[in-house]
């Protein structure tokens, strides 16, 4: 059977038969040339939930190329049937559509294109706050990426409160990325404002004790939560015991990305005279014998990925394998933590001129 027939028959078998072969990157250019993004949106609203399930998960293995996006995007209504799956699929179906928006979101190219399809934010926001929870950590991450492009839209649809709900989740992957989507949306000013408001220093301190991953996303927020003035000195009420987390946070030498991030969370609190004076009289010591990890000890991840989980495999959608994430070039990122150690004493030596 020839590729360029699948799709003009559209059953699962078909499908299933060509969900291995589009992994193969000279099958998937070949089926890109023969313009199968257009075939594929006819046949994403069939009533059989096995081949939507199969073309949405052809779709994603499409979107790791930058000519199966551009196809993609020649045909908007790919978008909206995502979404009408997304809302309306079964279980497997909405986990399928999920992973093909997030795998386009991760692209910010495509950002824009995809902003454009009505109350998308509201939608996906809808969502979160219901869905299965492998389902939620897709559109976390799709509304990370999307906010990451325009904080706007999501800070209009109330985006920051659904995110600090999520907070008392009990799953610690919802947490973390509730966090990270929250961090996005506070790097604009409105997002700031609404940290202060809701006074998320104090709130995020007894997450500081939680899993790594959570520590990691949880000072990664605080990087932004304790930019403004009037965050500075809420913090110097809890000076002590939060400066006391902060420097131990510091020491993970197994964690450069936890170490920088708790160093500037300093920097930042430093800027306050009080508290730069308790830092100064009781940790500038403990500041300076901080050891920074060697690159040798480090592979540039802040998480290693375990097979059952992160790939996708039990829900029968497919994901590129990945052993680990965000990877890094580990030689400018220890040269970072280094030089943040610099800037934090630094900080604490401060004195305004006379």
């Not at 003009?8 to 250019?29: C, F, H, K, R």
């Not at 020649?74 to 699929?89: A, D, F, K, Q």
């Not at 990370?144 to 409160?161: I, S």
């Amino acid at each position: 059977m020839s590729l360029s027939h699948i799709f003009v028959l559209g059953t699962g078998y078909t499908m299933g038969w060509a969900l291995p072969d589009v992994q193969i990157s000279e099958n998937a250019m070949f089926l890109i040339d023969l313009h199968v993004a257009h075939r594929l949106a006819d046949l994403m609203l069939e009533r059989n939930p096995v081949i939507m399930e199969k073309v949405c998960n052809i779709l994603s293995h499409l979107a790791n190329y930058y000519q199966g996006r551009k196809h993609i995007f020649t045909r908007p209504v790919i978008i909206s049937n995502l979404m009408w799956l997304l809302m309306r699929g079964r279980k497997e179906v909405r986990y399928a559509a999920g992973h093909t928006l997030c795998t386009l979101s991760r692209h910010l190219c495509c950002c824009e294109a995809i902003m454009k399809e009505d109350d998308i934010i509201e939608n996906l926001l809808k969502m979160i706050r219901n869905d299965h929870v492998g389902i939620v950590l897709l559109l976390l991450e799709t509304l990370m990426h999307l906010t990451d492009w325009d904080p706007e839209p999501p800070l209009k649809a109330n985006a920051f409160q659904v995110m600090l709900a999520l907070f008392n989740h009990e799953d610690s992957r919802i947490v973390s990325s509730a966090m990270d989507c929250m961090a996005k949306l506070c790097c604009h000013s409105i997002g700031k404002e609404l940290a202060d408001i809701y006074d998320i220093t104090f709130v995020l301190k007894p997450y500081l004790n939680g899993t790594i991953k959570v520590k990691i996303s949880a000072v990664g927020l605080m990087q932004y939560t304790t930019l403004t003035t009037r965050s500075k000195w809420r913090a110097k009420e809890i000076c002590y015991s939060l400066t006391k987390i902060l420097v131990s946070l510091c020491q993970h030498t197994n964690s450069p990305i936890l170490q920088l991030r708790a160093m500037q969370v300093l920097i930042n609190l430093c800027d306050c005279p009080d508290v730069r004076y308790h830092m100064k009289s009781h940790w500038e010591r403990k500041v300076k014998r901080i050891s920074i990890g060697c690159v040798e000890l480090w592979d540039g991840t802040d998480e290693l990925r375990t097979y059952g989980l992160d790939t996708r495999v039990r829900s029968k959608s497919f994901e590129k394998i990945s052993e680990h994430s965000n990877v890094v070039n580990l030689y400018t990122y220890i040269r970072r933590v280094n030089a943040a150690k610099e800037h934090l004493l630094r900080a604490i030596n401060w004195k305004p001129y006379e």
